[in-house]
């Protein structure tokens, strides 16, 4: 499964982006095999949870530290995930990266199998 992520860029604190990851390559698989997540890395530091939303899209999970302002949201029929990000902040600067899991759930890293390239979020204050 090869993923791109897309939609990163600069932003002013409070303001809004909204990421995308299209999926490809699932050799006849369906979208809805994986669940998918968000996750990033900011310098210097490792890889985090941000989000993760489950095969069907009923089931949703967020850090804390972005609850109520992250949005997750899939359309398997068009093999893309998206990541709404409002009122974001400085702290959210970072590479957002989407990975792609056949395990039932996944808050880790370990647990997904597949990786896009990364999308820069930079928030200015």
């Known amino acids: 499964v090869q993923l791109q992520a897309s939609g990163g860029g600069l932003v002013q604190a409070g303001g809004s982006l909204r990421l995308s990851c299209a999926a490809s390559?699932?050799?006849?698989?369906?979208?809805?095999?994986?669940?998918m997540g968000w996750f990033r890395q900011a310098p210097g530091k490792e890889r985090e949870f941000v989000a993760v939303i489950s095969r069907s899209g009923g089931d949703t999970d967020y850090a804390d530290s972005v609850k109520g302002r992250f949005t997750i949201a899939r359309d398997n029929a068009k093999y893309t995930v998206f990541l709404q990000m409002n009122s974001l902040k400085p702290e959210d600067t970072a590479v957002y990266y989407c990975?792609?899991?056949?395990?039932?759930?996944?808050?880790?890293?370990?647990?997904?199998?597949?990786w896009g390239q990364g999308t820069q979020v930079t928030v200015s204050s």
């Open positions: 990975g792609s899991g056949r395990a039932y759930w996944g808050r880790t890293p370990d647990e997904y199998d597949y």
């Open positions: 390559g699932a050799s006849g698989r369906s979208l809805s095999s994986y669940v």
